[in-house]
């Protein structure tokens, strides 16, 4: 049995990235990028007009005699006097022979004569050609995470593709005779089967939209046919429930049957403690306890930074918030506890039950605290460390 940092260590040290693939902007929400990004043109590609109003070239005259309209969209290729100005619109093309716009509140116009009540600052109203980037400059380093506004500026530059670690195929496999699919008569004796709907759940939040699941009987013959075949086609393979003591858990003797390198089984925690984790070739295996409750704390604490390692992300953890725990709290299990529990701005309360079967709790719950190993008292107001995770 190992401790809790120990299984993280390990965890990080054996995910591997994930290929990398070109992929098109336009579906790359969530990705990673495994190559820094150049512009390939100047944002602005020419110089633009940030205002309704008209251009003209900053001097001493206020008054001008208007010539001709930039709209968005044209480019306006004529001579342009001192003392004339140009009709404009936000995002239009500014003249060359013009350096500044005056915005048109701040002018009174009569046919074609304009009078400027208030003279602007040169070059104002004017986004310079490559303002907000230059042709060849970086626009994103290798690693960065497409968001939506990530999304925009690649589209604003023209990018259609970029290269990315691609996300990883996963498989869950959920094994237990007594599991009912959702939808179903209850049989007595039977309960439904939630913990591959929930950790479906958990992968979408992390961008992993597409998962298989597969369903086998308390067997070892069967189980090991269904690893094997998660194996030949899935990166990743989450199962759930018969990885712990009882007769009928095959689970572990299944992945070693078929070439899985156990890197660790048991973590000292709480709940949670029969996790197993090992390898083959570039492939993972997480076997989850199959009490709902320990199966996602799992999930969150262990499965979720290996996949964000495969998909390429940094920033591998759930974020560590410090928060005054509400309550005493007494841990004399010698084991490190994840509570389900409910943070507000400053404070942290331990939710009631915490039995790893339930899931009432963790559904209304937003972080689990940690209480490591080694405390045995954490007093009330005492800062604790809160994985959030909603
Ligand atoms: P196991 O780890 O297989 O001994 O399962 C531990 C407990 O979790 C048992 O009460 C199981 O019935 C329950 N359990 C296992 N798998 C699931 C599942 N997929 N959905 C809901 N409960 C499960
Ligand atoms: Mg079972």
Known sequence: MIQVAEALNIIAENSCKMPIAKIKVS?????????????????????????????????????????STSQAGDFLDEKIQQNQAVRIFTGAFVPDDTDTVVMQEHTTRTDNLLQIEKMPAACANVREKGEQIKKGELVFDVNTVITPAAIGFL???????IKVYEKPKVAILVTGNELVPVGNKLPK???????????????????????????????????????????????VVLISGGISVGDYDYVKEALLKNGVTELFYKINQKPGKPLFFGTKENKIVFALPGNPASSLTCFYVYAFPALKKMMGFEAIHLPEMKKKIN????????????????YGDEKVTVLESQSSAMLN??????????????ITHVRANEEVVVLPFN
């Open 327 to 342: 309550t005493d709290f007494k841990n004399t299990s010698g084991k490190t506890l994840f509570l389900k529990a409910l």
């Open 361 to 374: 709790t963790f559904a209304v719950a937003n972080g689990l605290i940690v209480i490591p190993h080694d």
């Open 155 to 161: 589209a604003c530059l023209g990018i259609t593709k």
């Open 27 to 67: 579906k790359s929400l969530g990705y990673v990028l495994a190559e820094a990004v150049y512009s390939p043109i100047n944002m602005p590609p020419f110089r633009q007009s940030a205002m309704d109003g008209y251009a003209f070239t900053h001097g001493d005259l206020t008054q001008f005699e208007v010539v």
């Open 189 to 235: 004796g039977k309960i439904y089967e939630s913990n591959s709907l929930m950790i479906e759940a958990a992968l979408q939040t992390i961008g992993i939209k597409k998962t298989t699941v597969f369903k086998v009987k308390d067997s070892l013959k069967k189980t090991i046919k269904a690893v094997e075949s998660c194996l030949a086609h899935f990166d």
